[in-house]
Each structure stands twice: as structure tokens, then as C-alpha cells.
């Protein structure tokens, strides 16, 4: 597992920046964290990185938003909504989950995956999720940022 502080939103942007210039078709990344971590802040990185000019804002009344535009499409979904696995297959949410065409990141994922809760927990056996992302607020504008990548 790997850790990274960061000192800022710009510090989260240009990790997600980072990250979307090396994801690939399929991929899934989970976001766990509370309110104001900066789990968007993150995802809206991951779209500049991917080449998207789109304007990124957290889906939580949606579920869903779609960014196309770049050299792959972001699914991102915030879960934050429903309680159980069922409520997302419910929601029809599972192909992003299972086979997206493009990049899925989902926001509360342990809404979907209840056992990945910490970075303590056990992300072994997540074949779905190409990196799992946990935030962690330690000061007013840091934030703990820990990662792995259970499913490649």
C-alpha cells in the first residue's frame, strides 16, 4: 500500500492528473472518504489527465455523471446515496462496476463493497477494482491519501 500526503486541493488534482493519464479502458477505482477529503477534487484530475475539458462536480443527486471528451470516457458515481450492494445493482450502476467501457471512479465505494472500509481492511480479492483509494483528513488542508491495486 502506498501513501502520499497531500498539502492541498491543488496536490489532489495533480495526483488525479497523474493517475487518468495512466488509466486504461476498464479500469475501476474506488474512493473512500468523508465528506470533504477530496474525493472530487481527485476524480476531477483524473478527467483533466484523461484529456476531458469537462467541468467535474460531485454526481450525488445523479449517481452518475459521464465525462467524454478525452482519450477515454470517466463514469463517476457517488454512492453516498444508497445503503446496500442491491440498491446499486437496483440503480442499474453494475456496469460501470463489472465491464465499464471507459474509466469508472465511484465515490463511496464501501456502499458497494462494504469490506473496504479502512485502509486496514483486507483489499485482496477485489478483482474489479483496479486501485482502491482511502482518504483521511489531518489538518485543515492535508490529507492522507493511501492506495493500492488489488485487481491488476
Do not use: C
Not at 455523471?65 to 445493482?89: A, C, I, M, S, T
Request: a negative charge; charged letters at 25%; zero cysteines.
Amino acid at each position: 500500500m502506498a501513501t502520499l500526503i497531500s498539502k492541498s486541493p491543488e496536490d489532489t488534482l495533480k495526483l488525479g492528473e497523474a493517475w487518468g493519464r495512466e488509466s486504461q479502458r476498464g479500469w475501476v477505482i474506488g474512493l473512500s472518504g468523508d465528506l470533504g477529503t477530496g474525493k472530487t477534487q481527485l476524480v476531477k484530475g483524473l478527467a483533466h489527465g484523461l484529456g476531458s475539458s469537462a467541468r467535474v462536480h460531485s454526481p450525488t443527486f445523479a449517481l452518475l455523471n459521464e465525462y467524454d471528451g478525452g482519450r477515454l470516457p470517466l463514469f463517476h458515481l457517488d454512492l453516498y446515496r444508497l445503503n446496500h450492494r442491491e440498491d446499486v445493482f437496483a440503480a442499474g450502476l453494475d456496469e460501470y462496476l463489472l465491464n465499464p467501457e471507459g474509466v469508472t471512479v465511484v465515490e463511496w465505494i464501501e456502499r458497494w463493497m462494504p469490506e473496504v472500509q479502512s485502509p486496514k481492511s483486507k483489499a485482496q480479492g477485489l478483482r474489479n477494482i483496479t486501485r482502491m483509494v482511502w482518504f483521511e483528513t489531518i489538518g485543515e488542508m492535508e490529507r492522507r491519501i493511501n492506495y493500492e491495486d488489488p485487481g491488476t
